[in-house]
């Protein structure tokens, strides 16, 4: 079992930046793929970004360019850069890891935190 803690969230106006960071703890040994998602109320979770343990990355049509994803092993730690920030980024950001380089429902997830980005 992975447990999951997100930080960083909060205001920024459009056009800023800020970097979330999730730690890992727990069975971090099983971890392969850390990614993000995003939710918006009345809305299903989407797809942000991915890293595997290997390094490979992939990214949401939507974010590409703005958004970087980054992991540290050393700290158990996935991170995401958000620059360039819109009004449509505003969202429950939500982190999740995975054994597999696939993530599931029934992967390891983060309780989330909020982005506000006003205009």
């Known amino acids: 079992q992975v447990q999951l803690v997100e930080s960083g969230g909060g205001l920024v106006q459009a056009g800023g930046s800020l970097t979330l960071s999730c730690a890992a703890s727990?069975?971090?040994?099983?971890?392969?793929?850390m990614a993000w998602f995003r939710q918006v109320p009345g809305k299903q979770r989407e797809f942000v970004a991915m890293?595997?343990?290997?390094?490979?990355?992939s990214y949401a049509d939507s974010v590409k360019g703005r958004f970087t994803i980054s992991r540290d092993n050393g700290k158990n730690t996935v991170y995401l850069q958000i620059n360039a920030t819109k009004p449509e980024d505003t969202a429950v950001y939500y982190c999740?890891?995975?054994?597999?380089?696939?993530?599931?429902?029934?992967?390891?997830w983060g309780q989330g935190t909020q982005v506000t980005v006003s205009s």
């Open positions: 727990g069975s971090i040994f099983s971890i392969n793929a």
């Open positions: 890293i595997t343990s290997s390094g490979s990355r």
């Open positions: 999740a890891v995975s054994p597999t380089v696939a993530i599931t429902i029934r992967s390891s």
